[in-house]
Nanobody, 127 residues
Framework: QVQLVESGGGLVQTGGSLRLSCAAS????????MGWFRRAPGKEREFVAA????????YYADEVKGRFIVSTDNAKNTAYLQMNSLKPEDTAVYYC????????????????????WGQGTQVTVSS
């Protein structure tokens, strides 16, 4: 059974940093694409960042490009989202997601291309 567990959320001031973690069991990020999404109050879930298992290419939403960094540690089977220069508009519940192992290349910005989701972790950026 696949399980993704996010951690690392919290309250931070504008300009601060947080690092989210996504610990996986039942699959490995060395063979599964993974992504980060977020849902702000009153808004739809949106893509934040992703990393391909094959080749390690990374992708970012324009809103976070240059501020957030997605990575994986295959030895720990954990994915990370380093968030710097946080803004109040980054306030949201952040979710990690993963695809089936050895998936064919897909649009990682599309939530429907992921098969497994974590429960989410709240990030609040105060102004």
């Amino acid at each position: 059974q696949v399980q993704l567990v996010e951690s690392g959320g919290g309250l931070v001031q504008t300009g601060g940093s947080l690092r989210l973690s996504c610990a996986a069991s039942g699959l490995t990020f060395s063979t599964s694409d993974m992504g980060w999404f977020r849902r702000a109050p009153g808004k739809e879930r949106e893509f934040v960042a992703a990393i391909r298992w094959f080749g390690g290419s990374t992708y970012y939403a324009d809103e976070v490009k240059g501020r957030f960094i997605v990575s994986t540690d295959n030895a720990k089977n954990t994915a990370y989202l380093q968030m710097n220069s946080l803004k109040p508009e980054d306030t949201a519940v952040y979710y990690c997601a993963a695809s089936h192992p050895y998936g064919v290349p897909t649009h990682l910005e599309t939530s429907g291309n992921y098969n497994y989701w974590g429960q989410g972790t709240q990030v609040t950026v105060s102004s």
